[in-house]
Structure formats: C-alpha cells, structure tokens
C-alpha cells in the first residue's frame, strides 16, 4: 500500500498536468473499483476545469470549477499514466509493473491540452468518489482524520495532549489515523529510530506530569517531518515497483535505517545493536532496542 510521501510524489507529477485544464470527455470502462463509479460520473465531470489537486492523508483531491471534489484512492495497485504528444508518463506505480497491462485501464480523463490520464488498477482496491467541496470535511473519509504531519498542526503539544493518558504504544499511536493522517508503517518506524524512542513505549510518555511536552515529543516531531520529507524528495520508496513521474525508482528504500532490515546491525555510530523485528496492532515494525529507549 502506498504511504503519504508516495502519494505525495504522485501528486506532484500530476498536478502540472492537470490543474488549469478543462475536463473534455471521460471514459470508465467498468461500473466500479472499489466501490462503484459515481453515479452520472461523465455527465458531472465532463466540461468542469481542475482548479487544484491537493492530498489530504493518503487521498488525492481534485477540485473542480463547479464545485464538486473528485476523490481518489490509490489502494494497492492502482497507478496513473499520463499519455501527452505520443509520450507516456507515470507520476505513480505499484506492484511489479502491472500497470503495463491495459486490460487494466478503467478509467481515462481526457484534457483539454489533449492530454489522457489513464487509471489502471489490476486488483481494483482503488475508488474514486464525487463530494461538495463544501460537504467534504464532514464526510466519513475525512471527517475524523487527524492533523497533517507535514502541517504547522503537528507539534509537540498536539502529541502530548493526544498521547496524555494513553496506554497504547507508541507505534500503534502514531498509525492512528485519528492522531497522525497518513502516517503509514514504514515511516512510524523510521522517525521512532531517528526520534530513539522505542515502539514499545507508552504514547503517555509524550507528556510530563504536568500534561507538557516531553522532550521526546518535541524531538518526534521533527523525525516525523523529516523522514517524511527525505522520502518524498527521494521520490518515495521501492517496495515492489512504485515509480515517479519520470518512471524511475523511489529510492528511499535505500536510507532504510530499521524498516525491514530485522537481525541486521543498527547503522548508529557505535551502537552495535542488532534490529529486532515485532508487531504492532497487526503490522511489522523494526527498531533498535539498544538505542531506542
């Protein structure tokens, strides 16, 4: 499943493409993904100019000229291609390269520049969705989703406040999308490495006594930020095939600290501890127990 810094990249290789650009026709070329196309799909889209494509969590937001948000979810596989003056560009792709097969292609937008964007998806985890921009917060996708990481909202004493109290572990706290939006297993993992904070440790531990920031709070802020924004100017990490827009690798994997790299030697200058690979709510997660406390 992408996280937020691989749909972050997508969308920026989208957004030049379309924002500015009229919506000429649209073709879905079946009734559903995920859920069921929109109803009245073509006949709400076509003729409406995209006025920006913005991300909120893992989601992507085109808002249109009349109104209405066109929202998109990537799920597992899917991928957009984008077909320009005989050129095919790829802002995002997953899952060994499945995108090449066109059986695949569910949904094409056509541009007013005569540019498509085509939406393939083999497994079909994928959805889009049409929403008033107005209504938008208030729907069930949004409406209990937590503060951006990326955003001025994510500080030390939002986390304290959040975590006062909690007896949930650390890891387990900050992939509550209620909490952190967005903020997906393989980053949880690599700013608690940075931050030398343990997944284990109890969320409450962000706060003092007193209910202030601890200072392992403020020191897991700016990890958040900062492996988020590594990987994002990475373009994203490798797990199976994922792509940017110039169809070259993510390459974040590579500054991996601890995400998958259990039984091999903490990278930390004169630690020598070995990571050790648990689970959290379900999911892997990897740490170093001799220097994260």
Do not use: W
């Not at 979810?73 to 995108?99: C, K, N, Q, W």
């Not at 931050?195 to 003092?208: F, H, I, T």
């Amino acid at each position: 499943m992408p996280e937020l810094p691989e749909v972050e990249t997508v969308r920026r290789g989208l957004a030049p493409v379309l924002v500015g650009r009229r919506v000429t026709d649209l073709e879905a070329r079946r009734p559903d993904l995920r859920f069921p196309l929109p109803e009245k799909f073509r006949e709400r889209l076509v003729g409406q100019q995209i006025v920006a494509l913005d991300r909120r969590a893992k989601y992507l937001i085109t808002a249109l000229s009349g109104g209405e948000d066109l929202v998109m979810h990537l799920g597992m596989t899917g991928r957009f291609t984008i077909l320009r003056d005989g050129v095919r560009e790829t802002p995002g792709e997953y899952a060994h390269d499945s995108g090449a097969n066109p059986v695949h292609d569910h949904v094409v937008l056509h541009l007013s520049d005569g540019t498509r964007i085509v939406y393939n998806d083999p497994r079909r985890f994928g959805f889009v969705m049409m929403m008033a921009h107005a209504e938008r917060e208030a729907h069930a996708l949004f409406r209990n989703l937590g503060v951006e990481p990326l955003g001025n909202q994510l500080t030390a004493d939002y986390l304290a406040s959040r975590g006062r109290g909690k007896k949930t572990n650390l890891k387990s706290f900050l992939m509550d999308q209620r909490i952190v939006a967005g903020l997906g297993n393989i980053y949880a993992s690599e700013a608690l490495y940075r931050a030398g904070l343990s997944p284990n440790r109890s969320a409450s531990s962000l706060a003092d006594r007193r209910g202030a920031p601890a200072d392992r709070a403020t020191r897991l802020v700016a990890s958040i930020k900062q492996v988020l924004q590594h990987a994002i100017d990475a373009g994203g990490s490798t797990l199976r095939d994922y792509r940017n827009v110039n169809g070259a690798s993510g390459a974040f994997q590579k500054s991996f600290a601890v995400y998958d790299r259990a039984d091999s030697i903490c990278l930390k200058p004169g630690c020598g501890g070995k990571i050790r690979r648990t689970l959290h709510a379900g999911r892997a997660s990897f740490h170093c127990p001799r220097c994260q406390r």
